[in-house]
T-cell receptor
């Protein structure tokens, strides 16, 4: 099964609202990364949080990491229609792994 | 700096044919990895090349192969295409260090009829 699993699978909100999506993983990690994908396009890196960090901010993005629960959350504040996309978390198994595992993603729709 | 370039953008093939996809990484990046994305299986790792050598391989049949050239450009080949190979194929480049940020191309949408 996937190392990272996002929740919810789909999220529909109005512009201006906050969007929160979660990611759970199974094994210990070195870092966890969030990516965004617009329909049918490539993924764009959003933010990386290391295992010794608990929270990280980048513009309207806030990521938290709870290694005891093996979970992370991505919060997008004051959502815009342009934030409509799928969001994926990516993790790497421990010990020199160059192979990332992506979850199935959360599909976010922001209505104008 | 130019981003990751994948060609072609769209491809239609029939069962049994073979296909070659191309990926040009960001200048200076020595690692290129390939992924298959389908609605049913999500984003799955195919293989990764670093300095012309396959460094990691995912769980795909031998019909999927790749190579990397001295200029870090990479090609992926799928032989004897099956209907289930229809997918968006993405490549990503990076400097080649472990667990680092990946830069993705826009992908090649392959349809097998």
């Amino acid at each position: 099964s996937q190392q990272g699993e996002e929740d919810p699978q789909a999220l529909s909100i109005q512009e201006g609202e906050n969007a929160t999506m979660n990611c759970s993983y199974k094994t210990s990690i070195n870092n966890l990364q969030w990516y965004r994908q617009n329909s049918g396009r490539g993924l764009v890196h959003l933010i990386l949080i290391r295992s010794n960090e608990r929270e990280k901010h980048s513009g309207r993005l806030r990521v938290t990491l709870d290694t005891s629960k093996k979970s992370s959350s991505l919060l997008i504040t004051a959502s815009r229609a342009a934030d409509t996309a799928s969001y994926f978390c990516a993790t790497w198994a421990g010990g020199g792994s160059y192979i990332p595992t992506f979850g199935r993603g959360t599909s976010l729709i922001v209505h104008p | 700096k130019a981003g990751v370039t994948q060609t072609p953008r769209y491809l239609i093939k029939t069962r049994g044919q073979q296909v070659t996809l191309s990926c040009s990484p960001i200048s200076g990046h020595r690692s290129v990895s390939w992924y298959q994305q389908t609605p049913g299986q999500g984003l799955q790792f195919l293989f990764e090349y670093f300095s012309e050598t396959q460094r990691n391989k995912g769980n795909f049949p031998g019909r999927f192969s790749g190579r990397q050239f001295s200029n870090s450009r990479s090609e992926m080949n799928v032989s004897t295409l099956e209907l289930g190979d229809s997918a968006l194929y993405l490549c990503a480049s990076s400097l080649g260090r472990d667990r680092e940020k990946l830069f993705f191309g826009s992908g090649t949408q392959l349809s097998v009829l």
